[in-house]
């Protein structure tokens, strides 16, 4: 069911050669080194967070990236009756990582058409020191030292310019959504959400890309939701992650989110934790009901949001890594990381329909959640009674905060 055939790495070797330079050898490894130390020192935050960061990081990074000669990667097929191909007939698949020659290879399947990224991806790939990589450091930090400032504000630019380009990038690779993630320092800051949210978008339009392709990926907090709610107004889609409870998904749809992410595998580390067991079936996994509930409530009470699940651990534990995918096939969009895609396309056999609309809005038993618009009194309340939703979007936000300001300092290190 997997066949490979060599293929060249061109996407982005134009990009490349058109680097300014700017940036010295010894500059760039310095780089490379903070960009490394930043993305994997981020996984020491707090115990309660390390087993969760480092089950994202290795299944993000187990396919392909010891290999070697990027130039030199395989691209991947996918026969009619693999399960990946089964999948990508009732559940539209993002690819989730910055890797370009990885993005390359299964959007030319056939089978994966968005990608959902990090600017942080970068230092993973910009330690094999390829130039692709190097020249999305050395044209964001030019372009922000052209457009002037003071330093805090260069750096700042450089940043959204830093994302901006790999999401231009990876918009050549795929014909569908890219997403690009505001900085989540201002999760609780509305107005400057919407002022960086705004500028990235105006990045991407600059650079050829519609706004029509891209999500602002926004954390699911009050303030990310009612920022979202005025950049939808403004044609500007928004994808509402770090949703780890109902409350989360029921007012990104009250207040028009295109699409949510909510994160199963993290979920059931929350419950592992709690609960103290380890195993579950994939069809009682805490993760995999709380999607199904907040799928099953959008297709009873008529929301348009997309759901789409990332983030995934094994149910049953070590050996069934595709336990949470599986149980929620179906559902409107995933977003899945090289390596289990690199799974379903080795896989054979039937792959059930687990998740349909029709069977969703029979199935769901709630009713509309606070007369259909959520006050901000009503969401604080009802977060504050989840306790997995407040405490892994919490870890969820310390994490990714740490990681923008190591990366920050990287920029800053590198652009003096």
Known sequence: PLTVTPTPFEAMAPFARQSSRRVGATSTKALCALLAASFLGSLNWQQAFVGSARSDLRDGMRLGHSRGDLQKRQAVT??????????????????????????KE?????????????PLFVSKAGLSGDPVYVAFVDEAIAYAREKGGDDADVVELAMDKLAVN???????????YISTEVDPRLSFDKE????RARRIIALYEEAGVPRSRVLIKLAGTWEGIAAMAELEAEGITCNITLVFGFVQAVAAAQYGARLISPFPGRILDW???????????????????????????YKRHGHETICMPA????????????????????????????????????????????????????????????????SEAEFRL???????ATEKTAEGLRSFIADTNKLEAAIREIGR
Not at 192 to 195: D, Q, S
Not at 277 to 283: G, H, L, R
Not at 382 to 388: A, P, S
Request: proline share 5%.
């Open 271 to 297: 419950h592992k934790r709690e609960q103290g067991k380890e195993t579950w079936s994939p069809d009682e996994d805490p993760g995999v009901v709380a999607v199904r509930r907040m799928y099953d409530y």
């Open 382 to 388: 009802r977060m504050n009674e989840d306790g997995c």
């Open 192 to 195: 400057e959400t919407l002022r």
């Open 106 to 118: 299964f959007a030319e399947t056939g089978l994966i058409t968005d990608a959902t990224t990090n």
């Open 311 to 374: 983030s995934w651990r094994p149910s049953r534990g070590a050996g069934h890594d595709l336990d949470e995918i599986e149980a929620l096939a179906g559902v409107d969009r995933m977003t899945i990381p090289p390596g289990f895609l690199e799974q379903l396309a080795k896989g054979t056999g039937t792959l059930p329909r687990k998740l349909t609309p029709a069977e969703a809005s029979s199935r769901c038993v709630d009713s509309e959640i606070c007369g259909g618009k959520m």
């Open 78 to 103: 996918a026969a009619a009756e693999s399960r990946l191909a089964q999948l990508a007939s009732m559940t539209t698949l993002s690819i989730d990582t910055g890797d370009l020659t990885v993005i």
């Open 166 to 176: 790999l999401g231009v990038a990876i918009s050549k690779l795929v014909p569908g």
